[in-house]
């Protein structure tokens, strides 16, 4: 069974912005620490693993408002679904 995101909802998203800056933020965070941080690649492993696991829990919080972020405060449930998968 396919779901779909309500009309407004897909008006908000529709460009699927954050399928397109998430790869280049993560290139440039790989640029950052092997080319200006001269990090070494077990820390640039560890870096873009913790980027990329903070980033796919996070972006719930930009995509669940059609302000700001902290305009409207999450539910407790939705802080313990993110919060409580982190390892």
């Known amino acids: 069974m396919r779901r779909h995101l309500p009309t407004d ?3 908000s998203c529709s460009g ?4 397109r800056i998430s790869p280049v933020a993560a290139f440039g965070l790989f640029c950052l ?9 077990a820390q640039i ?9 903070v980033a796919g829990h996070l972006t ?3 995509t669940r408002t059609r302000g700001p972020v902290w305009s409207i405060r999450p ?4 802080l313990l679904a993110v919060f409580g998968t982190r390892r």
């Open 9 to 11: 909802l897909q008006s």
């Open 16 to 19: 699927g912005e954050l399928g």
């Open 33 to 41: 620490g092997d080319r200006l941080y001269h990090l070494d690649r």
């Open 45 to 53: 492993q560890t870096l873009m693993y913790l980027m990329l696991s």
């Open 60 to 62: 719930i919080f930009p």
């Open 75 to 78: 539910a407790r449930i939705l």
